[in-house]
C-alpha cells in the first residue's frame, strides 16, 4: 500500500487531532497520504506539506486503501465515490455505527494490517438504481444500503406496482417502498420490521413500509433479481431516496429499476468481533455467552 486516503465527515470537528495524528503515523510508516479538501481543513495547519489534497472523487481514484472517520452515513458517501475495490476502514465516530466498526483503538493495528497486505475484510455488493421518466434521461446511482420510494406528503398512502425479472408480484398500496441490500438490512428496513440478513448472503430485500394490506411482507429475493418499481399515483407525488442522501421526485408513471451493481465496497473488519457481536452491541441485545448474562 503506497498511498492511504484519509475522509472525514466534514463537520465532524473532533475528528481534527486524529487526521493530524494518522497523517503523523503514516508518513512514518513511508505512506503517502492523501486527504479531500474538508478532511484537509479539520487537520489544520499540523498536517505540514506532505500530504496530497484533492477533491473526494478525484482523492478516491489516487489512493491504494481509504480510511473513513465518521459514522455510517459518511461510510456510505464515501463508498459512491470508490470506481475500484480498495479496502476501506470504517472509523466509527458516530452513534451507531453497523459499517464502521473499527474503534479507535482498533485503528492502527488495523492499519499495520493494511500496510503489510493482511487483514480480514468482506466484500458488500452494492445496488444500481435506475430512474426513468418518459422523456428525460435516465438517471442511474449506485447505493450500498438501499434505495427507497415513499409517499411525499404527511397523510396519503401511494400505490405501485412492483415486478422481478418481469414477473408481475403485486399493487403495493403503502407510505412507501424500500430495496435494500444485505448491508441495508440493519438500516432503514430493520426500523420498518424487515429481517437482518448476513451481509455475505446474495440477496436483495422488497419491504412494504406501513403497507395497507397487512398480508403484504417482506420478501428476500436472489441477488440476480431485476425489481421494478412504478408509480401510480395521481393524488399524492413520491421521493425516492438514494442510501438517505440523495433524493429525486417522483411523479405518476414514473419507474426505479433496482438490481445488483457491478461495484463491491471492500470493508476491513475488525479482528476482534464478528457479525454477531456487532449485532449484540448495536442492538443491545440482553444476554452474552453462559455465565456472561448482561443486566439492563
Excluded at 85 to 109: K, Q
Excluded at 165 to 175: E, M
Amino acid at each position: 500500500m503506497s498511498t492511504i486516503g484519509v475522509l472525514a465527515r466534514p463537520d465532524l470537528k473532533e475528528a481534527g487531532p486524529t487526521v493530524a495524528a494518522l497523517v503523523a503515523w503514516l508518513s512514518g510508516k513511508g505512506a503517502r497520504v492523501c486527504l479531500d479538501d474538508a478532511t484537509a481543513a479539520l487537520g489544520g495547519a499540523s498536517l505540514g506539506s506532505g500530504c496530497l489534497v484533492a477533491s473526494g472523487r478525484d482523492m478516491a481514484g489516487l489512493v491504494d486503501a481509504l480510511v473513513v472517520l465518521g459514522g455510517d452515513g459518511t461510510l456510505l458517501a464515501a463508498s459512491r465515490l470508490l470506481e475500484k475495490p480498495i479496502p476501506v476502514l470504517g472509523v466509527n465516530f458516530g452513534s451507531l455505527g453497523f459499517l464502521t466498526e473499527i474503534t479507535l483503538d482498533d485503528l492502527y493495528p488495523a492499519l499495520e494490517g493494511v500496510l503489510a497486505g493482511r487483514y480480514e475484510h468482506e466484500d458488500r455488493r452494492l445496488l444500481r438504481a435506475v430512474v426513468h421518466r418518459k422523456g428525460r434521461p435516465d438517471v442511474t446511482a449506485d447505493v450500498l444500503n438501499d434505495v427507497v420510494i415513499t409517499k411525499a406528503g404527511p397523510s396519503r398512502i401511494i400505490e405501485v406496482d412492483v415486478t422481478v425479472d418481469g414477473s408481475f408480484v403485486s399493487s403495493f398500496r403503502a407510505d412507501g417502498i424500500i430495496v435494500s441490500s444485505p448491508t441495508g438490512s440493519t438500516a432503514y428496513n430493520l426500523s420498518a420490521g424487515g429481517p437482518i440478513v448476513f451481509p455475505d448472503q446474495d440477496a436483495i430485500i422488497l419491504n412494504p413500509i406501513c403497507p395497507h394490506t397487512l398480508s403484504n411482507r417482506p420478501i428476500i429475493l436472489p441477488e440476480s433479481a431485476v425489481m421494478k418499481v412504478t408509480l401510480w399515483s395521481r393524488e399524492a407525488g413520491a421521493t425516492v431516496s438514494l442510501d438517505g442522501q440523495t433524493t429525486f421526485t417522483l411523479r405518476d408513471g414514473d419507474s426505479v429499476t433496482v438490481q445488483k451493481s457491478p461495484f463491491v465496497t471492500t470493508l476491513v473488519s475488525s479482528p476482534h468481533r464478528d457479525y454477531l457481536e456487532i449485532l449484540r452491541t448495536k442492538l443491545g441485545w440482553g444476554v452474552g455467552p453462559v455465565g456472561e448474562r448482561i443486566l439492563p
